[in-house]
């Protein structure tokens, strides 16, 4: 017995408001004579997970929080199964439901102690973390240093021969060879060696090889984060020698370490939306020092597409660099054609998008006006049962009040969308066609600034076609442009 029902009164209660709700039932779960502290034991509730898992079911209803479980761990797991199959959870007796603003609260408590286990379980796991490259076992799992191999299971790294030997003769090119790191990169590519993940080698794979105290023995701890960092002697075999690894250290701190932003900036300000038709990589933007003929120093910027930074001469993208004036000239010129917005076939407009979501937007509001008139006929219908004298006043007003909240909600959202349609009417004032005549107009007035602004607030992305017409002049097209 529960609060003087029966199992069979619970059952016949939760079938009465899963047909008020207008809900399919796909099936009863009742572990009679079992006890709720624990799910392990109960054949139904593992019914129940299987199925919410296989999507046979999408919606919970449970007579009271009790009956699903007494255990707080096993509610916590519960409900975190019921979020990721998105599986609606409903108490009928505690006016729980996840679709009310009481039943949302519900959840977000349990949500805070799901938190506050999870906290518990991931310092639980940084200790045992620590513990272990304290030990002198290596934290890696997946990805290992270069030069090493460690199995699943397996506590301790194994030097892999071939990774070493290119691992000794980087440390050599670098320290004895003094070759720079760009060298090194470009010199292992060319051999077709491999980074550990099979990608290319660059400055910064080379420098984090050399910088790396695996090599003499150590494990590390915490790489990214400065101050939780420390190392330990660990149990695997090391390939540099302390002599030659610290004197790599005091060439590293010797050479600065330059890191380019390539953040678009006023007098390169078509960084940041272009894309190369060739590899569909991004342009960067590339500083070449010039001397005029007064002695004066001064640097003309040009672009470049990213992928030209790798080595290898097969993966390389073979479009070519282009100066900022040549895209400048490109990029008036091809607003210029634009003479009819919409004849425009080459640029992408988000209307159609906004069309689509307004569209949705009245699809919803229909839905929600049709669900109204729904709740409207079954109140009519309920308060029928109640004047024939099929249900008690208590069960009418429970129900009732079940339908009002709902019908609250409802409208509450109603009026919401209400508002958020009358504001896009607004802005569609101003058109994708509006942007593009002021542009047209503007453009040539704007300054630098303006320009970067404008192109940040309003360009999504442009694909130039980059040519090269003849030896050291290169001829520049825009193929597409997105607008946002």
């Not at 975190?80 to 039943?103: K, R």
């Not at 060739?278 to 070449?288: A, I, R």
């Not at 249900?391 to 009002?404: A, G, M, S, T």
């Amino acid at each position: 017995m529960q609060e003087g029902f029966s199992i069979r009164g619970q059952t016949e209660k939760l079938k009465q408001y899963a047909l008020l709700k207008d809900w399919e039932i796909c099936n009863v779960y009742t572990d009679e004579g079992i006890s709720g502290k624990n799910i392990v034991d109960r054949p139904a509730i593992n019914r129940l997970i299987e199925d919410i898992k296989s999507g046979k079911v999408n919606n919970v209803l449970v007579f009271k929080v009790d009956r699903l479980t007494r255990n707080t761990k096993n509610l916590i797991e519960l409900v975190e199964l019921f979020e990721e199959y998105n599986c609606a959870f409903n108490s009928l007796t505690e006016s729980i439901d996840t679709d009310t603003p009481s039943g949302r609260m519900f959840l977000k408590i349990i949500g805070i102690f799901a938190e506050f286990e999870r906290e518990n379980l991931v310092s639980r796991l940084k200790m045992g973390f620590e513990r272990k490259v304290k030990e002198g076992y290596t934290l890696a799992t997946n990805t290992v240093s270069y030069g090493y191999i460690k199995g699943k299971g397996q506590r301790v790294q194994e030097v892999q021969p071939e990774e070493a030997r290119i691992v000794k003769e980087i440390f050599l090119m670098f320290v004895d060879e003094d070759m720079p790191m760009t060298k090194i990169a470009r010199t292992l590519n060319e051999r077709k060696i491999k980074a550990k993940m099979g990608g290319l080698w660059n400055t910064s794979t080379i420098r984090s090889v050399l910088s790396n105290s695996t090599y003499i023995g150590k494990v590390r701890y915490a790489t990214n984060d400065k101050e939780k960092y420390f190392e330990a002697d660990g149990h695997h075999e090391r390939i540099i020698s302390d002599e030659v690894f610290f004197r790599v250290q005091k060439k590293l701190k010797l050479i600065a370490s330059i890191t380019q932003t390539k953040r678009p900036k006023e007098n390169n300000y078509f960084c940041g939306v272009l894309i190369c038709s060739v590899c569909g990589g991004k342009y960067t933007t590339h500083h070449k020092p010039y001397t005029d003929e007064d002695g004066e120093k001064y640097y003309r910027t040009s672009y470049r597409c990213n992928n030209k930074r790798y080595y290898d001469a097969v993966i390389a993208c073979k479009s070519h660099n282009i100066i900022h004036d040549k895209l400048e000239r490109a990029f008036v010129e091809y607003i210029e054609r634009i003479n009819d917005f919409t004849e425009a076939e080459s640029i992408e407009l988000t209307e159609e998008n906004q069309d689509n979501k307004r569209r949705e937007q009245l699809e919803y509001i229909a839905i929600c006006e049709s669900k109204l008139s729904n709740l409207r006929d079954r109140k009519k219908r309920i308060m029928q049962r109640h004047v024939n004298g099929e249900i008690e006043f208590e069960e009418y007003r429970e129900l009732l009040d079940v339908l009002n909240e709902r019908f609250e909600a409802l409208e509450s959202e109603l009026s919401k969308l209400s508002l958020e349609s009358a504001k896009e009417e607004e802005v569609d004032s101003t058109s994708h066609m509006d942007i593009i005549l002021s542009l047209k107009e503007s453009w040539s007035y704007f300054s630098n600034k303006e320009k970067l602004m404008f192109l940040q607030r309003f360009v999504g992305r442009m694909v130039i076609v980059v040519e090269k017409e003849r030896r050291n002049w290169n001829i520049v097209s825009i193929k597409e442009v997105t607008f946002n």
